[in-house]
Nanobody, 118 residues
Framework: QVQLVESGGGSVQPGGSLRLSCAAS????????MGWYRQAPGKQRELVAR???????TYADAVKGRFTLSRDNARNTVALQMNSLKPEDTAVYYC????????????WGQGTQVTVSS
């Protein structure tokens, strides 16, 4: 069964940086869009950034200029570099990918906590 394994969450002070990584648990031959979403307490899950298999990335307005999304198609991994973190970035961050198995389907990681606090 396909799994997306996340790593890199944690606690940091405002202005600090964290890097989140996500990798597929097995060899995946076809992955389309990959990205990160986040969900803060009491709020809906929202898109943070996503990237096509061609490398075109889009970002939520709230993170533009601070976060950078990158992808390694050979390793089926995606990474989110988060700089200049703010308390409002505190949330559980989820990796997401569209993967071809028996058909195209969206898969989610288990989530990793990011806390920005002084």
């Amino acid at each position: 069964q396909v799994q997306l394994v996340e790593s890199g969450g944690g606690s940091v002070q405002p202005g600090g940086s964290l890097r989140l990584s996500c990798a597929a648990s097995e060899t995946i031959f076809r992955i389309n869009e990959m990205g990160w979403y986040r969900q803060a307490p009491g709020k809906q899950r929202e898109l943070v950034a996503r990237i096509t298999n061609g490398g075109t990335a889009t970002y939520a307005d709230a993170v533009k200029g601070r976060f950078t999304l990158s992808r390694d198609n050979a390793r089926n991994t995606v990474a989110l570099q988060m700089n200049s973190l703010k308390p409002e970035d505190t949330a559980v961050y989820y990796c997401h990918a569209y993967i071809l198995t028996n058909g195209w389907a969206g898969y989610w990681g288990q989530g990793t906590q990011v806390t920005v606090s002084s």
